[in-house]
């Protein structure tokens, strides 16, 4: 079992910044790849972008490269998204999910990941 919590979302104008954070606790985090979906209203959850258990791959949706970066640091148990110059179209709740099947490979498929947080919103304003 594996139990994610994220924090870290808000209101934010647009052109600033963000850091969600995730918190593991359960399984031995460093054993498995970790990553970041969105689900705006209205629309069906996608993926953000993804991290496998060193840190050394990574993975982003095309509309986010250059501006969210992920990152992990597993004597604390946590993932991290860092987001830059948001924009409105950020806006959307975020959750972060474990992939335990995995520890060196990164999936962009919802189903691959078994575990996932509550969700935390994250409101651009323009």
């Known amino acids: 079992q594996v139990q994610l919590v994220e924090s870290g979302g808000g209101l934010v104008q647009a052109g600033g910044s963000l850091r969600l954070s995730c918190a593991a606790s359960?399984?031995?985090?460093?054993?498995?790849?970790m990553g970041w979906f969105r689900q705006a209203p209205g629309k069906e959850r996608e993926f953000v972008g993804g991290?496998?258990?060193?840190?050394?791959?990574?993975y982003y949706t095309d509309s986010v490269k250059g501006r969210f970066t992920i990152s992990r640091d597993n004597a604390k148990n946590t993932v991290y998204l860092q987001m830059n110059s948001l924009k409105p179209e950020d806006t959307a709740v975020y959750y972060c999910?474990?992939?335990?099947?995995?520890?060196?490979?990164?999936?962009?498929?919802?189903?691959?990941?078994?575990?996932w947080g509550q969700g935390t919103q994250v409101t651009v304003s323009s």
């Open positions: 991290i496998n258990w060193s840190g050394g791959r990574q």
């Open positions: 999910a474990a992939d335990t099947s995995t520890a060196v490979a990164v999936s962009l498929f919802e189903y691959e990941y078994d575990y």
């Open positions: 359960g399984r031995t985090f460093s054993r498995y790849a």
